[in-house]
């Protein structure tokens, strides 16, 4: 048990789609962070949320948005996807700076 | 701009090798280091983290690592490999109280039996 639940596991979207990603985390953390894995590489930070705001951005345009709620809880959004969005997206929860817990992460196909 | 550079992408041993991985980052402030691990199939986990006090820190499934701040290293070692260590190795690093990691690439380790 990771602690931190992402939603879903796997999912194929098409070219030009949107795409929504949920992530719940430990509990008693109270900060979100999401990063992008592609195959044989090192996870890429797209950004983080605490106290229900964008903290950090990576470099990612603006197609990748976010959001906290009051729960601590995450979403993130992909608008017009591309063949290249296709990776494993991972969402990491933390109190503070001093460690992170991952979730088992969301698949996207784009297709 | 922060960067970790581990120095072995792709390592190859035979059980009950010993296991030196290497990570360097760039940063000349307060960091707090952490080594993950991702088995096939599985989502990352952590191995151990350093964030002050002793530079050797001893994390799970006998791995340890060694902060030399000279030398901006947090190198990863095992004594003695198994099979079951097969899996990427992260090196990941955040400066202070910045809450943001920043990662290097990996490093793929093969344990033969």
């Known amino acids: 048990d990771a602690g931190v639940t992402q939603s879903p596991t796997h999912l194929i979207k098409t070219r030009g789609q949107q795409v929504t990603l949920r992530c719940s985390p430990k509990?008693?953390?109270?900060?979100v962070s999401w990063y992008q894995q592609a195959l044989g590489q090192g996870p890429q930070f797209i950004f983080q949320?605490?106290?229900?705001?964008?903290?950090q951005r990576g470099n990612f345009p603006d197609r990748f948005s976010g959001h906290q709620f009051p729960n601590y809880s995450s979403e993130l959004n992909v608008n017009a996807l591309l063949l290249g969005d296709s990776a494993l997206y991972l969402c990491?929860?933390?109190?503070?700076?001093?460690?992170?817990?991952f979730g088992s992460g969301t698949r996207l196909t784009v297709v | 701009a922060q960067s970790v550079s581990q120095h072995n992408h792709h390592v190859i041993l035979s059980e009950a090798a010993s296991l030196e991985l290497g990570c360097n980052y760039s940063?000349?402030?307060?960091?707090?280091l952490f080594w993950y691990v991702q088995y096939p199939g599985q989502h990352l986990q952590l191995l151990l983290k350093?964030?002050?006090?002793d530079p050797l820190v001893k994390g799970i499934k006998g791995f340890e690592a060694e902060f030399i701040k000279s030398k901006f290293s947090f190198n990863l070692r095992k004594p003695s490999v198994q099979w079951s260590d097969t899996a990427e190795y992260f090196c990941?690093?955040?400066?202070?109280?910045?809450?943001?990691?920043?990662w290097g690439l990996g490093t793929s380790l093969a344990v033969n039996p």
């Open positions: 990941a690093v955040n400066a202070g109280n910045n809450r943001k990691l920043i």
């Open positions: 940063y000349g402030g307060t960091v707090n």
């Open positions: 990491a929860s933390s109190l503070g700076a001093t460690g992170y817990t």
């Open positions: 509990s008693g953390h109270d900060t």
């Open positions: 350093y964030l002050s006090g």
């Open positions: 949320y605490y106290e229900e705001e964008e903290r």
